[in-house]
């Protein structure tokens, strides 16, 4: 026995003067002494092998390490390498914390999305822009929307996202740019749209936009490109961030725009009323919106908690223009103790928000652009709450992670109308200089056969007079209507429109008695949705460089709707991306989807045809690389494949999505599409200047695109009516026609262009710097059936068919060709001086219905249909507005603040400064010059 123990220690002693020694500590952030977990700690041993360990999430490490010396390495993505060289005598035991700084280039910035693992902005093969959470508070936005408007690239038209000309304008419905909200989807849905009230944007830590198609890895609806907004996670130190703000709506540049007086707010006649609008504001007569934002974040023990609350009321600058929100969310996340650092960490992340808001996009007129048209005007009712579990599991030792991430998701709509827009027939016939009494006499006399009234046009038309009927109609109208604008007959119609015609001459006079007094009732009918998903990711990195990147994700989402109907639908995927660094200079990355979804009892919706052979799948590819000219030059190239399932509201709404009627057409397909990029990224620094240069060609091309269009419908049949005798035909058989929008595909489309862009700091002293960031952005969005489209519309003689847009051009809807922005901040000690400019060309083409911007001599028979629904004001009528406005525009932002203590700022801002007034599609007039101040507390 004694021989064995004398061998034991024999053993032990040989062990100990081997690896005896030990070296511990912490690793902290040098700036706010934050621990850091997940630093790689290693050193390399004699024979050349790597050997080390990592900190845990406490920052906490411990290594053994041979006797003499050796170089310790502590590398942290986004952080500067620190190299610690020791001498250790047998048998040592040392303490030493460890201060790694953040890099000091630009170019070293960590994002997840590209690859859906951490990775530098250098990085990555794609083209790839960050908001920081300083860059968003110093805008002082009231959604995320007006901060993302001012990077390069990125256009929200009307809150509707879209990245380098991807999306024109479908009023929000169908994005084909991906909101995520840390890695979740945040397009409601159902339909698409991404209502920006449920981005938290109290607790942002970064937004990441990803250009181009990313439908490998994120799937349907990330055909244009990804933005991914990233929350703030806790720390040690407790912090509490608040946030007020109010902002002032000054008088439109065109008086006759004023909608309200100056007893309007005193009356109580808005929809919303912000809270402090009868105390502390009481003695402002413009509109204005005022928010409060608080949130709170800490570590407990093992555990993160976060929670954030926000509070807007906007009362609208238009009329039926407002919006009112309550949201109220966190996390809370349990990281679980693991020996051998292993890193185990769950939780769950739930919002709620309540909202109640309202828009329109016809104007009643073009001298009312502030005000609604009757037919093209809608509020909603919302609620909305999701709750995310989740599961993260890291193993240093094998290089290996498992996340999973969960949701439950349900939103009810309440679609209803404003309160000022409710008029009934006598308010509106009173409008228009006449009243019941008139109106019945007028329909006596045609049952019993006195047709006189009509002479005046029946003439014009046994001879195709157009002129003449159109006289001859105005001079009827006006003997009965005196003093009705166009505006009154556009509330006459959507009043008819809602309550409907007598289906027998018989019964006109008891129906229009029956008619009298009633008003809009406000519906309370709930839209609802119900969405189930799950998705499961699986990384392993190899010492070799390779990582590998693979999962799955599934949903369920069933809508209960008045608007769409009752329907369900599945989507399942599998997912892999491969991504690999050569000599440490060249990264490729190549990934393949493979996704399948049924909406209904239609079980091909993802219908591909593989070798002949059709499949209910569709199978995608990206490919990318990135290659490091030198310490700070950087070339990339991409390609990748997308596509976009049409959401339920694009196939089967046939209500109101908007104000106008939406039409279903359950034919249509998903787009595709395919992205190809090349771009060259450069550092730079020049004594005190740093930053980096960026340019970049890309193409894009769509297939079976989806776009909407405006015309008139049939309410009875949802067809639409494309042509004098379709219209005859309807009513005739006592239907009445609707006015709106049908989703249906496009044959091809391609958009290309440049996109050149700077971003960096320059330090005067230590108390001074102005940062930047410009860009200009071209693009060439082409219809590339448009010569067809042209022949064929060029041979059409029906006053009444339908055009695709309001010109020749080769141009798609809604973009617009050149695009410059800048946004420059000047620091200087506790006070701060900012801008935004932006400059675009105009607006390339748009609806037909909306203008026709074709040459003739004399209106045709749809001018005279735009002007009852649009207007027509002493001749000013929607095309010559246009005319006149659609034309290149610049618009600047002045803001200044200043830093009151540690904790304190104060903030002024001027948007739109010289009240510049401007429009990017037809009737959306830009919001007049806006004072706002803004107070932070952070502590």
């Known amino acids: 026995m004694r ?39 290693t050193y390399k041993k004699i024979n050349g092998d790597t050997n080390g360990t990592i900190s845990d999430p406490d920052g906490a490490y411990e290594i053994a390490l041979p006797e003499g010396g050796v170089d310790l390495l502590f590398s942290y993505i986004g952080y500067e ?73 990125v256009d929200i038209n009307d809150r509707q996202p879209s990245i380098r000309g991807g999306n024109g304008w479908t009023y929000g419905v169908g994005s084909r740019s991906l909101v995520l909200i840390d890695g979740m989807n945040a397009l409601m849905p159902g339909s698409g749209v991404i209502n920006w009230n449920i981005v938290p944007l109290e607790n942002i830590e970064q937004v990441e936009v990803m250009k181009g198609a990313s439908s490998v890895l994120y799937g349907s609806s990330a055909l244009n490109g990804v933005i991914n907004i990233r929350t703030k996670r806790p720390n040690l130190t407790p912090t509490t961030s608040l946030r007020a703000y109010v902002g002032v709506y000054g008088d439109p540049a065109n008086e006759d ?221 006006n003997g009965i209507f005196p003093t009705a604008t166009t505006g009154d007959y556009c509330d006459l119609l959507a009043w008819v429109m809602k309550n409907g015609l007598p289906t027998d001459q018989s019964d006109l006079i008891p129906w229009l008695s029956g008619a009298l007094g009633n008003k809009t009732d406000k519906q309370t009918d709930i839209d609802k949705n119900y969405t189930y998903y799950v998705d499961y990711q699986f990384n392993k990195k190899w010492d070799s460089g390779i990582q590998l990147t693979a999962g799955a994700t599934y949903e369920h989402m069933k809508s209960v709707s008045n608007m769409t109907g009752t329907h369900d639908s599945d989507n399942a995927a599998l997912f892999v991306q491969y991504d690999q660094r050569f000599f440490d200079r060249l990264g490729v990355s190549a990934g393949m989807r493979a996704e399948y979804y049924r909406v209904d009892d239609y079980l091909r919706e993802a219908d591909t045809k593989l070798f002949g052979t059709h499949i209910p799948v569709k199978p995608i590819f990206r490919a990318g690389l990135n290659y490091q000219l030198a310490d700070y030059s950087f070339i990339r190239a991409s ?210 219905l909306m203008v026709d911007e074709r040459e003739k001599s004399q209106p045709e028979l749809m001018d005279y249909i735009r002007y009852v629904l649009y207007g027509n004001s002493g001749g000013e009528t929607l095309t010559s507005y246009w005319m006149d406005h659609n034309t290149p525009y610049c618009v600047v932002d002045l803001r200044a603040g200043v830093k009151i203590t540690k904790e304190t700022s104060v903030q002024f801002m001027v948007n739109n400064l010289f009240n510049k007034e401007y429009t990017t599609r037809p009737m959306l007039v830009s919001p007049p010059r806006t004072f706002v101040m803004q107070l932070n507390v952070n502590f």
């Open 81 to 153: 390498n620190e190299l610690v060289p020791l001498v250790l005598n047998r048998g040592d035991v040392k303490v030493k914390d460890i201060r790694m700084h953040i890099q000091s280039n630009l170019l070293g910035d960590v994002v997840v999305s590209a690859g859906r693992f951490e990775q530098k902005l250098s990085d990555v093969t794609v083209s790839m822009d960050l908001l920081k959470a300083g860059d968003i508070a110093r805008q002082a936005p009231t959604d995320l929307s007006s901060t993302l408007n001012t990077m390069p690239g």
């Open 257 to 477: 725009y004023q909608w309200s007086d100056k007893a309007f707010w005193r009356d109580g006649k808005y929809d919303v009323e912000p809270f402090l609008r009868k105390s502390v504001l009481s003695g402002i007569r413009n509109p204005l919106y005022e928010g409060f934002d608080v949130s709170h974040a800490r570590r407990i023990g093992d555990f993160d908690v976060s929670a954030g609350l926000n509070l807007f009321t906007d009362e609208g600058f238009r009329e039926q223009g407002y919006n009112k929100r309550f949201r109220v969310g966190g996390n809370l996340t349990y990281h679980q103790p693991m020996p051998d650092g292993k890193l185990l960490n769950y939780g769950f992340n739930t919002n709620y928000m309540a909202d109640n808001y309202a828009d329109f996009f016809l104007w009643r007129s073009p001298k009312e652009a502030y005000q609604p048209s009757a037919i093209a005007n809608m509020g909603r009712e919302a609620n909305t709450f999701y709750l995310d579990p989740f599961f993260n599991f890291t193993n240093p030792n094998n290089n290996t992670s498992h996340k999973i991430k969960a949701r439950f998701y349900y939103r009810g709509d309440n679609i209803g109308q404003g309160t000022s827009n409710q008029k009934s027939i006598l308010d509106i016939l009173g409008n228009m200089g006449t009243d019941v009494n008139s109106i019945t006499g007028l329909v006596q006399n045609i049952q019993n056969g006195d047709y006189s009234t009509f002479f005046p046009v029946i003439q014009p038309i046994l001879q195709g007079d157009l002129g003449g009927i159109v006289n001859g109609a105005t001079n009827i109208l």
């Open 3 to 41: 021989k064995l123990y004398s061998l034991i220690f024999s053993l032990l002693l040989f062990t100990g003067a081997a690896f005896g020694q030990t070296l511990k500590g912490h690793v902290y952030d040098a700036d706010n002494n934050e621990p850091l977990a997940g630093v790689n700690i």
């Open 639 to 848: 390609f990748g494949q997308g596509y976009r399932y049409p959401s339920l509201t694009e196939k089967y709404a046939r209500k109101d999505i908007g104000g106008v009627g939406v039409y279903p057409n359950n034919q249509v397909k998903a787009e595709k599409g395919v992205n190809a990029e090349l771009g060259f990224k450069q550092g730079y620094k020049f004594g005190n200047l740093m930053g980096f240069f960026d340019v970049a060609g890309f193409y894009t091309q769509y297939t079976d695109m989806i776009e909407f269009r405006f015309g008139i419908f049939n309410n009875s049949t949802f067809e639409y009516v494309n042509g004098t005798r379709d219209f005859l035909n309807m009513v005739s058989q006592g239907q009445m026609p609707g006015f709106g929008a049908q989703f249906y595909n496009v044959s091809k489309a391609r958009i290309y262009g440049a996109e050149i862009s700077t971003n960096g700091v320059y330090t005067f002293n230590p108390n001074t710097t102005l940062t930047y960031n410009l860009g200009y952005v071209f693009i060439e969005p082409e219809d590339v059936d448009y010569k067809r489209k042209n022949a064929e519309e060029a041979l059409l003689d029906d006053p009444m068919r339908m055009k695709e847009k309001s010109n020749t051009s080769k141009y798609l809807k809604y973009r617009q060709k050149h695009t410059v922005k800048a946004v420059l901040d000047f620091q200087w000690k506790r006070l701060s001086l900012g801008t935004n400019i932006a400059w675009k060309s105009k607006t390339l083409a748009v609806d037909y």
